[in-house]
DNA sequence: ATAGGGTTAG
């Protein structure tokens, strides 16, 4: 509705500027026609065929005749369509003025990629600087950063220096697209060009952020004392920033001091900041810690929001303290705050992780009763949980009821099945739904494979397993460490000790740490076949990772040794030795 | 703006 009153009211003016000087103004015949146009481009969807049969000879390569139509039309899409059809059926060329009147009505109406169109389709056209730099502003908008930086070069070439406000926003829009290089891709750009006078809290504001989202928070935090030195105090959200990046890397007292400065420069800390901080504690597993901000929180007479009471009570329903967590429930309806999807789901999830399917349903036709509709998040909470119970039937039928209701499944719904079905020893449904994961087009995760080569391992199918392997790496995905040592193991256990060796030599390349039990199956199948040197080179990697042998192993290594007149090397008389 | 489901094995 706004997009086309802005539009609008951009025809009018260009209306009474342009009917000054046009001669098809009086004739009426051209009017006429000209609305007949108008209304078949906006009605028919094949106007093309039907102009070009109604209109023979008319002179749609008239510059001035797209000026007038831009005016009648007030559709800046439709303009742009019926523009390529002029341009390549009637060789028109828009003249700037055309243009002009067609790229500021796009960048008005936020139409980002329409207005690249126009750009790259007529390559003689260019816009005023004033236009690209609202066009620079509606890429940023619309995430096409790259696009935008590419602009502030082109504006550099004819010497057309941007607003720092124009800077400032696009910095922003790389930063939300995760996009740190542009940020000082475009920051240094600012310096050659001469604003770093005019450089503003809000350019080191960015800055901040950018440090912060590469994971270099001390060196936000340097700037952030450049600035504060200066008299200047940036706003919350860079205070939030900071604290996110230092909860990241477990520094409270650096958060606890930015919370400090923060009181100090009058930029109180608000909701959002205290949700950082907790998020971050219990992001960082320190629940007992954040539950303890939280209360303290309370105590200064803080209000915390809904989100903040879904994060905490999800903090407590991860530790298992399932009663408090329902108390903090029963607290924030008292409050007023109702639950929503998200507070549901994490309660859902809570009990469901300890087992009690029916508090956990009942949650759930409560949550379905208050008018909150099963989404694909709740559905996958809910068949995680079955699974958990080994309820993988009912969890079948509830993910083929997703697809009766119209919830479209995700990766995520995906892998939870695939994960349950194998818990549950149904590898071919688990393969099937692997198979159709990937036939709906969805990029599989590590998680996709992970339960299924565990599986196959467990039950003798190794070959297969390797080769759902191979496919992980082909798709560039690395597996986690317990996946090799399933493969290892289930070499192990088919006697194809030699290959399950050859995989740990790997495994430890690629810095994972396999397990205790990996080296112990290793072992056992290596001391078999007699192969005591490979035992030697095994057992030095396992006492690398600071494993110990046990005690009933060494007994039989020993006699193994002693049997074959083996000479034990230093260290392995130094680990037999510390245990006796 | 911030919050929810998969990601060790048991």
Known sequence: MLLRRRTTSYFRNLTTETKQGSDYSKDQNFTHILNEICTITRTKPRWENTLLSQYPSFNFSNPNFFLHYLNHQNNTFLSLRFLHWLTSQCGFSPDQSSCDALFDALVDAGACKAAKSLLDDCPDFNPKPASLENYIRCLGKGGMVGDAVDVFFRLKKVGFLPLVSTFNVSLLACLKVGRTDLVWKLYAHMIESGVVGSIDVETVGCLIKAFCAEGKVFDGYELLRQVLEKGLCPDNTVFNSLIAGFCKESQYARVSEILHIMISMKCNPGIYTYQEVINGLFKRKKNDEGFRVFNDLKDRGYFPDKVMYTTVIKGLCDMGLLGEARKLWFEMICKGLVPNE?????????????????????????????????????????????????????????????????????????NSLIKGLCQNGELVKATDLLHELLAQGFEPSVSSFTPLIKSLCEVGETGVAMRLLKDMHDRHLEPIASTLDNIIVGLCKEGNVAQGMEWLLKMISWKLKPKEQTFENLIDGLSQEDRLDDILIVLDLMFREGYRLKESIIHSLVSKFCKENFHFPKLCLEEFGERN
């Open 342 to 414: 998200y507070t549901y789901n994490v309660m859902i999830d809570g009990y469901c992780k300890i087992g009690d399917l029916v508090e956990a349903k009942k949650l759930y036709d409560d949550m379905c009763d208050r008018g909150y509709a099963e989404n694909v998040v709740s559905y996958t909470t809910m068949i995680s949980g079955l699974c958990l119970r080994g309820r993988v039937d009912e969890a079948l039928s509830l993910f083929h009821e997703m697809s009766r209701k119209g919830v479209a499944r995700d990766l995520i719904s995906y």
